[in-house]
C-alpha cells in the first residue's frame, strides 16, 4: 500500500487493488467524521483546478469535498475567460497554478497532458480526465459505489455499454476492474468496439466478451449496467456519429428484463442513452454515484494533502 501524502494522481494504473482499497476505507472514514472533525483536514489550503473541457459533476463535487475539509478552491473552468485564449501554453500556466496552490486538478483533452503537467508542478496534481484514455478519479468513485451497493466488486457480472471507443472512463474503469476478478460484457456497435491496443494490458487479467446487442440471455446475467454517453465532441466525423447516435437506451422494458436487483450506473451526463422512467426506481444508482463521487474525492485529498490522517 502506497503512502498517499503529496502523491499524484494520474492514471488508474498506478493504483493496485491494496491502494484501491485503503482509498475505499479512508472514503468511508472520512465520510463518518462529523464536520468539524472534516474541516481539519484541508484547513488553510487551496486547490486549484483548469479544466479545458467542459465539466459539471467533477469540477463541483472537487470543490465541494475541499470546502468539507474546510480548504478552498481557485480555478478556471472556462479557457476563453483565461490566458489560454490568448494563447499562454499549459505549461505555464500549470506553473502559475503551482504557485497560488497546494494541489491541482486538471482536464484537458489531450492523453499525456497530466502526466506532463504533473512533471512540472511541484504540487500533487490529479488527473480529471486526460484524452480518451484516462479518468482515474471517476474510476475509482465506480469501483466504491460498487462496493458500497453491490457490497463486493469479486464475482459482480458487468455489463458496459455505448460508446468504448472514446469513453475515456470506461478505458480506467476496465483497468480498475482488473484488480478483480470480474466478468465483463462489452456492448457497443461495431463502430464504437473498444480500443484493444488501449487495454492490452487489462485484457490479461479480465474476462472480457464483446456483443453487439444487450440481448435477454446477456441481460439476465448482469449485475450492474454501466452505461455511457456517445462522445459526440470526440468523433472525427460528425457523420458517424449521427449514424450511432440513441442505439441504446435503457428504459423500463430493458429493467424487466434483467435481473431484478440490477443497478444502473452512468458517469454522467447522460442523454438518451437513460431513459427518465428508470430514475426514481432503485435499480438507478447514478445520482447516488455521483454523490459518492464527493465523498471519494474528499478522501483523497485528505490524504494527498496530511502526512496522517488523524
Ligand atoms: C465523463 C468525462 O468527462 O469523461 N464525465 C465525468 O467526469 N463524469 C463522461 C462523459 O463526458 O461522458
Known sequence: MGNFFNRDVVSIKDFSRKDLEFIFSCTDRVASLK?????????????GYI?????????????????????SS?????????????????????????LYSDVIVLRHPLDGSSR?????????????????????????LDLYTMLKVKKRIDGLNIGIVGDLKYGRTVYSLLYGLSNYDVTIHLISPPTLSIRKESIYEAMKDLKIIEHENLDDRILSDLDIIYVTRIQKERFPDPQEYEKVK????????ILGRAKSDVS????????????HSIDNT????????????KELRAALLALILNERLI
Open 116 to 140: 506532463f503537467a504533473a512533471e512540472l508542478s511541484k504540487h500533487p496534481l490529479i488527473n480529471a480526465g486526460s484524452g480518451g484514455e484516462e479518468h482515474p478519479t471517476q474510476a475509482m
Open 74 to 98: 481557485i480555478g478556471i473552468f472556462d479557457s476563453k475567460t483565461a490566458s489560454v485564449e490568448k494563447g499562454e501554453s499549459l505549461a505555464d500556466t500549470i506553473r502559475i497554478m503551482d
Open 264 to 275: 444502473i450506473m452512468h458517469p454522467m451526463p447522460r442523454l438518451e442513452e437513460i431513459s
Open 246 to 253: 440513441g442505439t441504446y437506451t435503457i428504459d423500463t422494458s
Open 51 to 71: 479544466f479545458y473541457e467542459p465539466s459539471t459533476r467533477t469540477r463541483m463535487s472537487f470543490e465541494a469535498a475541499m470546502a468539507s475539509l474546510g480548504g
Open 282 to 293: 432503485e435499480n438507478a444508482i447514478y445520482f447516488k454515484q455521483a454523490a459518492y463521487g
Open 35 to 47: 464536520p468539524h472533525e472534516k474541516a481539519e483536514l484541508g484547513k488553510g489550503r487551496t486547490l
